[in-house]
């Protein structure tokens, strides 16, 4: 069965690539997935987000098809995972948690064995040609356990893209990387998304979600409790602060009495948060009263929330 | 035709990792020698077989250290799957569009091909320490079918207790069970001289039947009802075990 999953939305056609609707998932006496319901975008990055054991790898399994769902639909470009999972599988491909490497393998036989999996008609061609593109040609003949493991997530990455699939898995993809290499495995990510790849990944890490992401689903307690952009998100853990320091604490008692108007915080003795409800018009009539009343700040700053504000307060009821 | 492609890719991949795992070449070539070595010189002039003199001894004892090698070697066929159910090769390999009996048949066809290799080691050692047949050609045919069948079936019997362990030790550990089989059985003494209770046992178990069938027919001997016995035994436990493992491989 294929679903129709093609909205206009001011002349662009938008396709629902992925659709997974009123998904649940049990083990043994442990729900997991009570009701998730979420879809992604052709062409865009998804991020799944989540505490740990919060679900995003039984859900990312049983959206490929490695997991069968207690109840529920799954559909990759529209077509019902149910019925047909191997029609669906010539779309995407996987990457699990860990590094899925043959470490006994060097990395060009690890490309040529998935190459051959696919049926591609010409294997070490296609090992090759993705050995340059992910700059592991030097590192193409040892075993892949001598790899970095900045090393081993790219030729994971390279895997996953033999046979160019429309749709990449990607679950976990920087757990354990140093930062250098997390910039690297990223700057790849978006090179697949110029490239006109779908991107479904889950993160613990809110920095690669609000980096790649054109869509965060956050899901906590086996539900999506929330769903939006970077900056919907970021604007739940509410308005961006204005923080002013003072350099004693006279002046701090001062510039509160002032701006007794305003929703003020005292984080120490000489230093304030003013909640921004409007960013510029509120930072500047902040500073017109402070310069009325002659009282000179040693230093403001204005912090906007970010995905770990969300964060911490999406799961604070967990 | 894909679905012969994709076994043999698989399995093509765990010939690679027997081939360079010195560890696994250790134990599964070097050991059964040692073990033939030991038996024939060390034991052999204590023993008292009806039929085989004590120089014979190793005439006796070959075909049960042929199955102590396929014994030994199936706790690396454990260790090749547990790793990959673990490691996410297994999820790898399902999320492709493959048959998905080749995971757990590639796996089946690489085993049996190493053990065999391995296998065919032993009786070299032993024509160096006196091993004598006057087997024919079609009697050396039947004996390379029946280790091939044991290799097949000890294979299967190991897979879903590799699948269903929680533990590497633990998947490993089931070719000690095989090993123990094999101690309680004619591989190096004849049944006969067992005490009652484990006689039974040692006389109807599926590897004295082997090693009787092997044994008979390397020393050019009428192999009675063995030769059949084995054969029912190798079919039973390859259907049944092989359905098994495709089963819970598909699960895991």
Redesign the interface.
């Known amino acids: 069965m294929r679903y129709v999953g093609l909205t206009t939305i001011g002349g662009n056609h938008i396709t629902t690539i992925i659709n997974v609707q009123n998904i649940q998932k049990s083990f043994k006496k442990q729900t997991v997935l009570k009701d998730v319901s979420l879809s992604v975008t052709e062409g865009t990055v998804y991020a799944l987000l989540g505490a740990n054991g919060s679900g995003k790898t039984t859900l990312l399994k049983i959206i490929t098809g490695l997991l069968k769902q207690d109840a529920g639909i799954t559909s990759i470009k529209n077509w019902d995972a149910n019925k047909n999972a191997r029609a669906m599988q010539q779309l995407f491909s996987y990457s699990a948690q860990a590094s899925t490497v043959d470490d006994i393998l060097t990395g060009f036989e690890n490309l040529v064995l998935i190459a051959k999996l696919r049926h591609i008609q010409n294997p070490k061609q296609v090992a090759n040609d993705l050995l340059t593109e992910f700059k592991l040609t030097d590192a193409a003949n040892k075993r892949a356990a001598a790899y970095s493991g900045g090393m081993r997530r790219r030729l994971d990455l390279a895997m996953s893209l033999v046979g160019n699939p429309e749709i990449v898995f990607l679950d976990e993809p920087t757990t354990g990387l140093d930062p250098a290499s997390r910039n690297d495995l990223w700057d790849s990510i978006r090179k697949l998304k110029k490239a006109g790849k779908t991107i479904f990944l889950t993160t613990q890490y809110l920095k690669e979600a609000d980096l790649l992401a054109d869509e965060i689903g956050f899901l906590r307690d086996g539900e999506i409790v929330e769903t939006g952009t970077p900056a919907q998100m970021k604007r739940l853990a509410g308005p961006d602060k204005l923080q002013l320091s003072f350099k004693t604490e006279t002046e701090q008692l001062q510039a509160a009495s002032h701006l007794s108007g305003f929703d003020l915080q005292t984080v120490n003795d000489v230093t304030l948060t003013v909640k921004l409800p409007d960013t510029v018009q509120t930072v500047m009539t902040i500073l017109t009263i402070l310069q009325g009343a002659e009282i000179k700040p040693d230093s403001f700053q204005v912090t906007s929330p970010t995905l770990d504000d969300v964060f911490m307060q999406l799961t604070k009821g967990a | 035709m894909?679905y012969l492609?994709?076994t043999f890719?698989?399995a093509g991949?765990l010939i690679?990792?027997n081939l360079?795992?010195v560890d696994t070449i250790i134990t599964v070539v070097l050991m059964p020698i040692m073990m033939l070595l030991l038996m024939v010189y060390l034991f052999g002039s204590a023993m008292k077989i009806e039929g085989f003199s004590h120089a014979d001894y190793v005439n006796y004892v070959l075909p049960g250290i042929l199955l102590m090698t396929i014994a030994t070697g199936s706790a690396y066929t454990a260790l090749r799957i547990f790793t990959d159910k673990t490691?996410?090769?297994f999820?790898?390999?399902?999320?492709?569009?493959?048959s998905k009996s080749a995971v757990m048949n590639g796996q089946a066809v690489a085993s049996v091909i190493f053990l065999m290799i391995s296998t065919l080691i032993v009786p070299a050692v032993g024509f160096l320490v006196g091993f004598r047949s006057d087997a024919t050609l079609g009697e050396w045919a039947l004996v390379i079918l029946l280790l091939f069948g044991a290799a097949l079936a000890i294979t299967w019997i190991t897979a879903p207790f590799a699948l269903m362990m929680s533990s590497i030790d633990g998947a490993s550990a089931f070719s000690y069970i095989i090993l123990l089989f094999l101690f309680i059985s004619s591989a190096f003494v004849p049944a006969a001289g067992m005490p009652k209770l484990i006689r039974g046992f040692a006389e109807n178990q599926p590897m004295t039947h082997i090693i009787q069938a092997v044994r008979s027919l390397m020393n050019s001997q009428p192999i009675g009802d063995h030769g059949w016995i084995a054969a029912a035994w190798i079919i039973g436990i390859t259907i049944v075990f092989a359905f098994l493992s495709s089963w819970m491989a598909k699960r895991v």
Not at chain 2, 91 to 98: A, N
């Open positions: 894909t492609s994709d890719a698989l991949r690679k990792h360079r795992s490691s996410g090769m999820d790898r390999f399902k999320s492709l569009l493959i």
